[in-house]
């Protein structure tokens, strides 16, 4: 049976993959009611690979430069890789992530991400090193993310601002 629900529910799966820039789905024979209704999907691929490149001022970490480099189509399964490189005055990070936008096929978006935080104080000389794992559902007009974070300081030089953040971490 011809369900424009489906094809509707079809076209919003398409564009969640994140990889086209325009999907557009037309009906041909439905105007002339014929038994047989074929569909003609057109699609516009978007740019796989992006360079991102900012640089930033705040009062918190002063200067920083900020490299994100994304693959929006991975290994052509429709996943999304990000490679984020941040350097400045107090602060580096190196993030490494991971987006499945259908994992398993379904409406649910997984992600997992790992990075190392190094951070320079005038208290404190700290690396942070992370990983985290989540799920995003959408559900009617709501959204429910569910995350698990485990990360671990280690402090190189001077006294942690914070004691218990030397213990594992968890979210």
């Not at 990070?93 to 104080?121: A, H």
Request: aromatic fraction near 12%.
């Amino acid at each position: 049976f011809f369900s424009r629900e489906k094809i509707a529910q079809a076209q919003l799966k398409l564009r969640r993959m994140g990889i086209f820039n325009n999907i557009s789905i037309e009906t041909i024979g439905l105007e002339e009611k014929q038994t047989t209704v074929a569909l003609k999907v057109q699609v516009e691929e978007r740019q796989p690979f992006v360079l991102d490149m900012d640089v930033l001022y705040s009062t918190d970490t002063r200067y920083s430069g900020l490299a994100r480099f994304t693959n929006y189509n991975s290994f052509g399964w429709g996943k999304r890789t990000r490679l984020l490189l941040l350097g400045g005055v107090e602060k580096d990070r190196m993030e490494l992530s991971w987006l499945d936008p259908l994992f398993l096929g379904k409406d649910v978006q997984m992600s997992f991400s790992s990075w190392l935080d190094y951070e320079k104080k005038p208290i404190e000389h700290s690396l942070q090193t992370g990983g985290a794992v989540s799920f995003f559902r959408t559900i009617k007009r709501l959204g429910l993310l569910g995350r698990y974070q485990l990360a671990r300081n280690y402090i190189f030089e001077g006294n942690a601002i914070d004691p218990r953040a030397l213990r594992d971490s968890t979210l």
